[in-house]
């Protein structure tokens, strides 16, 4: 089965840029899409096909990809970005998240 | 933007079934793929299966082949998920989740929107 590997902490100040990874094999051949969780919330797509933006999130989330990586840039990190991330993609009919990230900006 | 409106909380003995439902309100409900996704207390996002409407096709993570069940009824817009042979780790948090855009490619199960979220006890 695929894995998709993301590193579990990531922190920051509020004002610098946070960078999270995720890595697995299937991500050369399908999108990655990211989520953002805030605690009793259900997930927000953050960054979808990779690297584009849905309407309605601020333009300090951005996405890119290169081979087997993907990577969620938030450029100048409130507080209010404070949550947990998970990527996510497909592979063989079904899908497949990271196991998170909790971003902590303080 | 489309909602999706999740049944009540679940209380279940171990060994037993349950059966949560997602009514979409919005149009083409057939042509958009609807997967379901749980999260059990403080861990993290598991795709557990979905399916697409139009094609009466149904794909599962490996983890659950064999006891869960995912299917559509067109007629009222409502996706099931029904999960047998219960243990005390099933209890979650249980989403459904549909994509915005038409389905293209069958097994490609993106998703934008998500339902409320309805969580599933077991306990003896």
């Known amino acids: 089965s695929y894995e998709l590997t993301q590193p579990s902490s990531v922190s920051v100040s509020p004002g610098q840029t946070a960078r999270i990874t995720c890595s697995g094999d299937v991500l050369p051949k399908k999108y990655a899409r990211w989520f953002q969780q805030k605690p009793g919330q259900a997930p927000v797509v953050v960054i979808y096909?990779?690297?584009e933006r849905p309407s309605g999130i601020p333009e300090r989330f951005s996405g890119s990809s290169s081979g087997t990586t993907v990577t969620l840039t938030i450029s100048g990190a409130q507080v209010e970005d404070e949550a947990d991330y998970y990527c996510y993609s497909v592979a063989d009919s079904y899908g497949v998240f990271g196991g998170g990230t909790r971003l902590t900006v303080l | 933007q489309v909602q999706l409106v999740q049944s009540g909380s679940e209380v279940k003995k171990p060994g037993s079934s349950v059966k949560v439902s997602c009514k979409s309100s919005g149009d083409s409900f057939s042509r958009h793929t609807i997967s379901w996704v749980r999260q059990a207390p403080g861990q993290g996002l598991e795709w557990m299966g979905g399916t697409v409407p139009i094609f009466g096709a149904s794909h599962y993570a490996p983890k659950f082949q064999g006891r869960l069940i995912i299917i559509a009824d067109e007629s009222t817009n409502t996706a099931y998920m029904e999960l047998s042979s219960l243990t005390s780790d099933d209890t979650a948090v249980y989403y459904c989740?549909?994509?915005?855009?038409?389905?293209?490619?069958?097994?490609?199960?993106?998703?934008?929107?998500w339902g409320q979220g309805t969580l599933v006890t077991v306990s003896s």
């Open positions: 096909k990779d690297s």
């Open positions: 989740a549909r994509d915005r855009n038409l389905v293209t490619t069958i097994g490609d199960y993106y998703f934008d929107d």
